[in-house]
């Protein structure tokens, strides 16, 4: 007869895999994407293009006269903040940091139209070893684009000021993640923190270690809601009129839900019933943490 696995030992292996996924990740930017089998081959730095030099950095500002629906940012090490304004443009300010002059030089910026999508990425000359830092960015874009995506290794992602209705796409493997407002939002965290306001159909929220504390303002017919995390706590607050099909499960933890619940099912680690006519999926489950689902104020 098999033996069960305890919550324990899931989040073990859980963790054990991001953590193996983070050294995979961090070789893969330290070697300049090469595969392995070229460690000691002709492209390793020499001394004097070497990792001995002092850091500098260097900042720029490039703004984007074209019409553009979509905003896409990839980044390896850094802050990413999005920000909208009250002009038709798109305004890219950055910081990158580099090991001497020699190599800041070689640290491009990618600023690049691609139909109505604006992409917005470093670009490391090889050989890369660890001869490049960060670079943080800040764009402010119009408050009306369609549509963001984000993603990041190492550094917090922040968004705000934007309309309702801008579908997100953000995730990072290492740093915070905020979005101030949001229509349609999926938002990822390795490690760190996630806080979001969404009003929109379709919402993702995971981190595999950290809380997540969201506000949902309103919920399209036809979508669906899905929050987890494997260690850390859930808190939640949704508009009062909330209709759903509600499921709530921690594995080692506290269920709280402030909201009138038809009840289906209701276990100490489990709560599952109907808020209203229950007509759009709500779910919502840790392994270490508890689990607040109350009314917006």
Known sequence: MKSKRSPADILGIVLGVVSIALVAA???YLLGSRPLRHLRGPWWPRTERGWSGAWQSEEGTEEVTQSVQRLDVNNISGE???EGWDKDTVEVHYVKQARGSEALRDFRIDILVDGGTLRVRPVYAQPAGLR??????DIK???T??????????GRIGVANLSTDVSQELETVSGAIQSERSGDLRIKSTSGAIDFSFTGANLYARSVSGRIEGKIRGLQQGGSVEVETVSGSLDLAA???LDAQLRLQSVSGSISCGFPVQISEQKRTRLEGRIGAGTVPFSAKT???SIT?????
């Open 26 to 28: 961090s070789l893969v």
């Open 80 to 82: 990413v903040q999005v």
């Open 145 to 154: 684009l369609k549509e963001i995506k984000v993603h990041n290794v190492s």
């Open 287 to 289: 392994v270490s943490g």
């Open 141 to 143: 874009v119009p408050s």
């Open 132 to 137: 490049f830092g960060p670079v943080s960015f």
């Open 293 to 297: 689902l109350s009314p917006l104020e």
């Open 239 to 241: 508009f009062r009129g």
